[in-house]
């Protein structure tokens, strides 16, 4: 069972939760960059969060599928088909044998995550599917996909959703539920995009104008802005006095400020350390949304205090507890 | 601010996933040694929730998943519950008792093809190239910290005579195995990476393996020693015939 890559897409790397465990040998904890919808494309199809995922970025694959299968596409909006047919996003999708799913160029958001049921069959290393493109390890061969790729997918999903199953019977090419999940799309519609940050242990080092101006100007994500980090263009924010720092660690989300005063907020692949006065740090659950911006958007921050970012953090678990539960119900049907 | 044998520490939230323990703010040796100890203490007995132990010149950076640390006290946001964890576990640590990491041999051919700054960084300080040489290759350097890229370690106790600022422009390709000099710091690119330090030599040795159980040759607090061998010595070390 596989995926026959027909055309690969201008980014198509294989991703999972990340590579714990290995920050102190200078490896990346990498893996997805919007967290909230590769989790959500999972459970959809039944898998475990943490299974491996394809990551889908602004222009899509054209994939075919070898055998049956489940899958969940979430995330930023594609217009995927299959055989022409418009595949609906947030909900589970039976794919028949031979049928073709073309990921088209990004509308809304610039990820798409495309979870099969029984994840993506390739080797673990050091404990993660992710694929690391500067080391050349992890995922698929260490890289992102190419035409004539055949990516071999996990056992998994046999007997979920026995309804679409029967229209697939039929001779249907795809199936799906009138249901779907709710997803993160309506923040994307807007044009304003308000992303939190907890203010840093730096945030005393930056001058008072620009203390005031990080929360109050809006910043442009500028073209150079990867899955290593988003650069920011508008206002440079100047520290109180030039400031040598010590290397320490980075996280995902960490806004670090080089001394041309651009601010760079650390993503997914970021280094596993940093020598920049970092300004603050995004709350975790704004990361999949800041992920979904693509270059060329503007972003606003607003302060929040850790307290409230680590409430969200809990909250925002058990409501995928309860979607879990909910969807478990469902694929009886 | 909290004391105990190891002396002051301070606990800081790095956002809403990371607790960083700042054991000081020099590069000194004395702070190295209680990072050292602090991070080993912890990766040998790291409290519920913590992903990844992070040390760097004079912090340990705890990595953790909120939903996993132990919260003991209703109403703890799961920050405050690890800084207790943390605190309670620091008190009883002695960093006296830590040994000293041990000490690892790398060869390296200098200069030629595989140094190609050898000779303008020798010119920079006045120094002939086989001075740079002797003084690159005299002292037994520290693993300061782990970063930049996989297996890329950070080395301390450079001879002052040879720091040097980096390149204004960076490569945007330096080969795996290259020496190099960076400031007042040496390092060996275990990947072909971009980099901006001078490039003064080449070793045959593989830092970094994605498929072993420590991936890293080197890791923080391990001593480095590097010995010169010449192009043909290079040449068999690089076949895999055995040093030494």
């Known amino acids: 069972m596989a995926l026959r890559v027909h055309r690969a897409g201008i980014l198509t790397t294989v991703q999972d939760l990340g590579r714990y465990g290995y920050q102190r040998f200078g490896v990346p904890g990498g893996g997805v960059m919007d967290e909230y919808s590769h989790r959500l494309a999972n459970l959809l199809v039944g898998n475990p969060e943490h299974e491996a995922t394809l990551e889908i970025t602004l222009a899509g694959p054209r994939l075919e599928f070898t055998e049956d299968a489940l899958i969940g596409v979430c995330g930023g909006d594609f217009a995927p088909t299959i055989d022409g047919g418009k595949v609906p996003a947030a909900r589970p999708v039976l794919v028949a044998q031979g049928s073709v799913l073309d990921f088209g160029t990004c509308r809304l958001g610039c990820r798409a995550y495309l979870a099969v049921a029984g994840g993506f069959d390739v080797p673990r290393v050091m404990g993660s599917k992710s694929t690391y493109l500067r080391g050349g390890f992890g995922g698929f061969e260490g890289r992102s996909l190419r035409r004539g790729d055949l990516l071999a997918i996990g056992q998994g999903g046999a007997g979920l959703y026995p309804g679409l199953r029967a229209e697939l019977e039929q001779g249907a090419p795809f199936a799906y539920p009138r249901w779907s999940v709710n997803a993160n799309s309506a923040f994307l519609a807007h044009d304003h995009h308000r992303i939190h940050f907890i203010p840093g242990r730096h945030w005393d080092l930056f001058s008072e104008d620009s203390q005031q101006q990080f929360g109050a100007v809006q910043f442009r994500i500028a073209p150079d802005s990867d899955r290593m980090g988003y650069r920011l263009e508008g206002t440079a924010m100047t520290l109180k006095q030039p400031t040598e720092i010590l290397p320490e660690a980075v996280t995902f989300g960490t806004i670090q400020v080089p001394p041309d005063g651009r601010p760079i907020v650390l993503m997914a692949n970021r280094q596993t350390t940093g020598g920049y006065p970092r300004i603050g740090e995004v709350a975790t659950v704004d990361l999949p949304l800041l992920a979904q911006l693509p270059p060329g958007d503007t972003v606003q921050f607003e302060p929040m205090t850790l307290e409230d970012s680590q409430r969200l953090y809990l909250n925002r678990d058990r409501d995928l507890g309860i979607m879990r539960e909910a969807l478990q119900m469902r694929m009886k049907l | ?244």
């Not at chain 2, 004391?3 to 607790?19: I, K, N, Q, W």
């Not at chain 2, 909120?66 to 109403?75: C, D, H, K, N, S």
């Not at chain 2, 002292?139 to 600022?165: H, I, K």
């Not at chain 2, 080197?218 to 480095?224: K, S, Y």
């Open chain 2, 1 to 244: 601010m909290a004391e105990s044998r190891l002396g002051a520490f301070t606990l800081a939230p790095l956002g809403d996933c990371v607790l960083l323990i700042e054991l000081g703010n020099d590069a000194s040796e004395s702070t190295a040694q209680r990072v050292h100890a602090v991070a080993e203490h912890l990766l040998e007995q790291s409290p519920a929730g913590v992903k990844d132990v992070v040390p760097a010149v004079c912090t340990v950076a705890l990595h953790y998943d909120p939903l996993l640390v132990e919260q003991p006290r209703e109403g703890d946001t799961p920050y405050e519950a690890l800084k207790q964890q943390v605190t309670e576990r620091l008190a009883s640590l002695d960093p006296t008792r830590q040994a000293a990491g041990p000490e690892v041999e790398i060869p390296v051919c200098y200069g030629g093809t595989f140094g190609e700054d050898l000779a303008a960084l020798a010119e920079a300080h006045g120094l002939s190239v086989d001075e740079v040489i002797a003084l690159h290759g005299a002292p037994v350097y520290r693993v300061q910290m782990l970063g930049f890229a996989p297996g890329f370690a950070y080395l301390a106790g450079l001879d002052p005579r040879l720091s040097t600022p980096r390149r204004s422009t960076p490569r945007s390709r330096v080969p795996g195995g290259s020496v190099a000099i960076g400031g007042e710091l040496t390092a060996v690119y275990p990947l072909d990476l971009p980099g901006g330090w001078h490039l003064i030599g080449r070793s045959p040795v593989r830092f970094f393996d994605p498929t072993a159980e420590r991936p890293s040759l080197l890791v923080a607090g391990d001593r480095v020693r590097f010995v010169r061998v010449s192009v043909d010595e290079y040449a068999a070390l690089d076949k895999g015939v055995p040093w030494r």
